[in-house]
């Protein structure tokens, strides 16, 4: 395992994630801020989505944004405390196809599907 390799992977992501969560937080700042002048009735609105829909959707997007951060936060950690690439249920190698597919995954892909038998 590269871990040199791992860690430009993993802060490649976090700069993706980083860029969407600001991309993301800018568009519910504008849902925000543009609703501030709008009739506070958007429930009948023929145009479409209402106001608190797409800010509902867009808030959404800004916690699943962060929680990609926090998740590529807790690899890194991972990496530099010597536990990336060990399964957090049974202990067993999570596997370099695995890691390369999913380089934030905490679970083997049998822990993940459920198959694997007792915990260590």
Known sequence: MDEEAIGEALDSE???ATARL???QA?????????MDVNGDDEHDPEGATV????SRVAALVARSQARIDEVDRARARLGSGGYGRC?????DIGADRLSARPTTTVCIRCASGTAGPSR
């Open 27 to 35: 568009e519910f700042d504008e849902i925000v801020s543009g609703s």
């Open 88 to 92: 957090e249920q049974c202990g067993a």
């Open 22 to 24: 600001a991309a993301v």
């Open 52 to 55: 608190a829909f797409e800010r």
């Open 14 to 16: 976090r700069a993706d």
